[in-house]
T-cell receptor
Framework: NAGVTQTPKFRILKIGQSMTLQCAQD?????MYWYRQDPGMGLKLIYY???????DKGEVPNGYNVSRSTTEDFPLRLELAAPSQTSVYFC??????????????FGEGSRLTVL | RKEVEQDPGPFNVPEGATVAFNCTYS??????FFWYRQDCRKEPKLLMS???SGNEDGRFTAQLNRASQYISLLIRDSKLSDSATYLC????????????FGTGTRLKVLA
């Protein structure tokens, strides 16, 4: 049982480049989330999904896109990287609805630097 | 005003001390409350949920005051291993996606 797996762990991008952060969970959770955490700040929700085929914007979605073709996977795409997207990105999952206990299961994070 | 506010600290305390953190939230419709722990450069992990009647887990005690809209975390007999950032988290509607994270309070337990 791997939990939530994120790749890559580290990446340096040049301004204007694109990339995809991968996230997979094996706990059969229907809810998945992408957060970013800037130094000394709390986590900000970028996008979330309540199930395969369903995604929606969080607090800070600009510059990102997501898809959820399966229950397990929730990739985050950066189309035109900007220095403001330098951050640590966390993917998380949880049960939704009546099974939700409030516990979010996080991946280990992906540290992205845009130069 | 931030939706969830915490004193960033750091709180530097000696081993064995008792330390308390507070967190205030602005949305009176908030339904579920949690404390998460985040070690340096690691992912957050659930420390404990916070129930209306207050709850205890070993050396940790959490309290909720809905009237004043604040949550507290008390750590007794601090250990070096308690050094971390403690994140206050509020769920606006239980069972939904909307978790609001505070910026965290840093704790350093000194030998």
């Amino acid at each position: 049982n791997a939990g939530v797996t994120q790749t890559p762990k580290f990446r340096i991008l040049k301004i204007g480049q694109s990339m995809t952060l991968q996230c997979a969970q094996d706990m059969n959770h229907n809810y998945m989330y992408w957060y970013r955490q800037d130094p000394g700040m709390g986590l900000k929700l970028i996008y979330y999904s309540v199930g395969a085929g369903i995604t929606d914007k969080g607090e800070v979605p600009n510059g990102y896109n997501v898809s959820r073709s399966t229950t397990e996977d929730f990739p985050l795409r950066l189309e035109l990287a900007a220095p403001s997207q330098t951050s640590v990105y966390f993917c998380a999952s949880s049960y939704g609805g009546s099974k939700n206990t409030g516990e979010l299961f996080f991946g280990e994070g992906s540290r992205l630097t845009v130069l | 005003r931030k939706e969830v506010e915490q004193d960033p600290g750091p709180f530097n305390v000696p081993e064995g001390a008792t330390v308390a953190f507070n967190c205030t939230y602005s949305n009176s419709a908030s339904q579920s409350f949690f404390w998460y722990r985040q070690d340096c450069r690691k992912e957050p992990k659930l420390l404990m949920s916070v129930y209306s009647s207050g709850n205890e887990d070993g050396r940790f005690t959490a309290q909720l005051n809905r009237a004043s809209q604040y949550i507290s975390l008390l750590i007794r007999d601090s250990k070096l291993s308690d050094s971390a950032t403690y994140l206050c988290v509020v769920n606006i509607r239980s069972g939904t996606y909307k978790y609001i994270f505070g910026t965290g309070t840093r704790l350093k337990v000194l030998a």
